[in-house]
């Protein structure tokens, strides 16, 4: 399963061998050369340590933060969501579900069924989101009549069988399109998220688009719970959620997932041969996407002397957890730490760009980091037994292990936020378990964008439940308080592309005729007749329409 380490296991005598060994490490080393290695000694906190590197340079490839328009003012719920489940998704959603109740109702499967737009979609995804807040056992219980447990909101939007026939047919990909893949299966070309990898994809793209995550950025696993048998389940002993799906995410400190990616068997996902963890942390952190300086905090499954460094040539830093028997590990028992140790007790070695450090607490921490120090001064308290009872005492912590403590909970945070208040209900396909999931990943992204935009307004930030009650209002087309529809909103005036240039010569329109795009930031002739702002409008560059496709 994925608990195997796909470069360890062969014991701790020979770690200069093979990628990622030590600095002048051959192929084959006499016992007497390994014991004159300067790696095959530990050494103590009080050591100096001439290897620091200097300070990264942070060169992010767009400004970090919340993403143009949405970085504009206070948005609210409803329009910060429609970034993720935007036109383009709304489409994708009518056009594949509608196929596929004509498919299955020329199969003989008896229902009734009008063609779907985006509106009632919307209202389908606010009756979700709905239920995520107010929670029953089963979906039939918020159509329930004639006892105390009625809730009569739901039916005002759209009747129990409307619903269950959504939720029994809504698709994520081209009907016509997935039944050509099912006959690829057993080949190589079989694509075994060919039902959800549409949504995926734009789900992905809009996660990268709206958001640039800061300096600091984690790589981990995340699970989502599901009980249909497919080959794609790992078995995760160390994890609350065992059995499920599994989600290598890529998020930002504040929790925001600004990448993700879905295991489908081990086999199928190391094209490049260096292992599994190695190809996942590669795929996830992309230099073009986003920039260099960026430090990538990871735990023991994906920590190796040959990731590390390979992060180290894209211009990223690295820091994570180690699984000793690793290759380029070292596991010399010169001077390291033992059982006797005291607790706060820092011993390091330094293989030229790697620093791996050792820090007795509880138990024993290895951490191993390319742009750290080994030790700042930085201490913690602790409680320890005496006779009299239990002290409080003051130990040093390394530099490694404080850091790692406030970067690497990203993923971790984003999954206690996606717990609450999650969309996810029990169901027989493992593709609607997705389809929940990426709908949480859209709603928590949202609240953090929103806790994000309202700290740099100096604005008190919504509750989850409170964003999440918005949103579905939103969505439903209703008042929060009175469950009324909505009034329509003011005539306004057609927001129409007009030229920059106003009185200027045919000889100045070249510089003085044009302005800054709000969005990207170029030269542009073009401007909005009601916004009064510079927006890009070429074929490839169409910053126009991305402007005002939420207004």
Same mark, same amino acid.
């Given at each position: 399963m994925m608990e195997v380490e796909e470069e360890g296991g062969r014991g701790g005598r020979c770690w200069q061998r093979g990628r990622g060994g030590g600095a002048g490490g051959s192929p084959v080393s006499s016992r007497r050369d390994r014991s004159r290695s300067? @790696?095959? !000694?530990? !050494?103590n906190v009080d050591e100096p340590d001439d290897g620091v590197p200097p300070p990264l340079r942070f060169n992010p490839r767009r400004t970090p933060g919340v993403q143009p328009p949405l970085d504009m003012g206070d948005p609210s719920p409803g329009d910060i969501f429609s970034h993720f489940y935007d036109v383009p998704v709304l489409r994708l959603l009518c056009e594949c579900t509608n196929k596929n109740a004509e498919k299955n109702q020329q199969a003989g499967k008896k229902f009734t069924w009008t063609t779907i737009s985006p509106g009632e979609m919307k209202q389908f995804i606010g009756l979700l989101i709905y239920m995520s807040v107010l929670e029953l056992p089963k979906i039939s219980d918020y159509w329930r009549q004639d006892t105390i447990f009625h809730v009569p909101f739901p039916a005002a939007v759209m009747t129990r069988d409307r619903f269950m026939a959504i939720w029994s047919n809504i698709h994520m990909s081209d009907p016509e399109k997935t039944a050509e893949e099912e006959r690829k299966k057993g080949t190589e070309e079989y694509d075994h998220l060919h039902r959800v990898r549409p949504l995926m994809e734009l789900i992905r793209r809009s996660c990268k688009a709206i958001y640039h995550p800061g300096q600091h950025i984690s790589v981990n696993e995340r699970m989502v719970a599901t009980k249909p048998r497919i080959?794609?389940?790992?078995?995760? *002993?160390?994890?609350?959620? *065992?059995?499920?799906?599994?989600?290598?995410?890529?998020?930002?400190?504040?929790?925001?997932?600004?990448?993700?990616?879905?295991?489908?068997?081990?086999?199928k996902m190391v094209p490049g041969g260096e292992g599994l963890a190695f190809d996942v942390v590669t795929r996830l952190v992309d230099k073009g996407y986003l920039g260099s300086g960026h430090i990538v905090y990871t735990d023991n499954f994906y920590t190796s002397p040959l990731l590390f460094r =390979?992060?180290?040539?894209?211009?990223?830093?690295?820091?994570?957890?180690?699984?000793?028997? !690793?290759i380029g590990v070292p596991t010399t028992p010169g001077n390291a730490l033992t059982n006797q140790?005291?607790?706060?007790?820092? !011993?390091?070695?330094?293989?030229?760009?790697?620093?791996?450090? *050792?820090?007795?607490? &509880?138990?024993?921490?290895?951490?191993?980091?390319?742009? =750290?120090?080994?030790?700042?001064?930085?201490?913690? =308290?602790?409680?320890?037994?005496?006779?009299?009872?239990?002290?409080?005492? &003051?130990?040093?912590?390394?530099?490694?292990?404080?850091?790692?403590?406030?970067?690497?909970?990203?993923?971790?945070?984003?999954?206690q936020v996606i717990g609450t208040n999650s969309m996810h209900r029990k169901t027989r396909g493992w593709p609607m378990t997705i389809f929940q999931h990426l709908l949480d990943i859209a709603v928590t992204n949202s609240y953090i964008l929103h806790e994000t935009q309202s700290t740099n307004m100096q604005a008190r930030p919504l509750t989850r439940q409170q964003f999440q009650e918005e949103l579905a209002?939103?969505?439903?087309?209703?008042? @929060? *308080?009175?469950?009324?529809?909505?009034?329509?909103?003011?005539?306004?005036?057609?927001? @129409?592309p007009v030229p920059c240039s106003s009185g200027q010569t045919k000889g100045q329109r070249a510089s003085m005729g044009r302005r800054r795009c709000k969005l990207c930031s170029r030269n542009t002739p073009w401007k909005c007749d009601v916004c009064d702002v510079g927006l890009c409008l070429v074929p490839d560059r169409n910053c126009y329409w991305q402007y005002h496709q939420n207004l």
């Open positions: 300067p @790696l095959q !000694r530990w !050494r080959n794609m389940k790992p078995n995760m *002993k160390a994890k609350p959620t *065992k059995w499920g799906l599994k989600f290598f995410v890529l998020a930002d400190a504040n929790g925001y997932t600004v990448d993700f990616m879905l295991y489908t068997g081990e086999n =390979h992060l180290s040539q894209q211009g990223f830093g690295a820091c994570g957890t180690y699984r000793q028997g !690793r140790s005291s607790r706060g007790s820092i !011993r390091w070695i330094r293989d030229g760009d790697l620093l791996f450090v *050792k820090w007795m607490d &509880t138990r024993e921490v290895s951490l191993c980091s390319t742009v =750290h120090p080994v030790y700042n001064g930085e201490t913690v =308290h602790r409680w320890q037994k005496t006779g009299d009872g239990q002290k409080r005492i &003051t130990v040093p912590r390394p530099t490694t292990v404080g850091e790692y403590s406030r970067y690497m909970g990203g993923v971790e945070t984003s999954d209002a939103h969505l439903l087309g209703v008042t @929060l *308080k009175t469950g009324q529809p909505n009034p329509p909103p003011p005539p306004t005036r057609h927001h @129409l």
